[in-house]
């Protein structure tokens, strides 16, 4: 009884393996780079269904007539072996980022519901859906941030 004997050549102590955290698997990181490169479909919306930012983006979009494929990651069509959540690993592992909405145009990453908001204001987002011959109302002027809950505070 005592302490373990020491080291020897053929038996040094290893430490315990780092848990890595598991990756998004391959077929959720293809899914993700086919939709948001897809030339018909330059602007892509990964949303929730209950999601009030959601939402906004939706209503943004509409009032705009900014044409967009949803991807509602908890709808039915992607609950099956957990595939919303899969290529939410994947969103992540792209951007970094853990939230819901994400943006897409034209494969370039736009952000969430407020950096998609900042750029219609700087004419950011409207130079991009030009460059990808995204046609919408020129003429709609409504302030993006409008689109926002009203229960939060104004910015």
Request: contains cysteine; hydrophobic residues 35%; negative net charge.
């Amino acid at each position: 009884f005592g302490a373990a004997p020491p080291p020897t050549p053929d038996r040094v102590e290893q430490p315990p393996a780092a848990e890595s955290p598991a990756g998004p698997p391959a077929d959720a990181v293809a899914f993700l780079d086919e939709t948001t490169h897809d030339e018909d479909n330059p602007v892509v919306l990964f949303a929730l269904e209950w999601c009030e930012f959601c939402w906004s983006v939706r209503k943004m979009f509409t009032h705009y007539e900014i044409p967009y494929r949803s991807v509602d990651l908890d709808s039915v069509a992607y609950q099956e072996d957990n595939w919303g959540g899969k290529i939410r690993k994947a969103i992540e592992a792209d951007t970094g980022l853990k939230t819901i909405p994400q943006i897409y145009i034209g494969g370039k990453h736009i952000g969430g519901a407020t950096d998609l908001f900042d750029g219609m204001k700087d004419g950011s987002i409207t130079g991009l859906l030009e460059a990808n011959s995204v046609a919408w109302n020129k003429s709609a002027d409504q302030d993006p941030y409008s689109f926002l809950p009203k229960w939060l505070h104004k910015r």
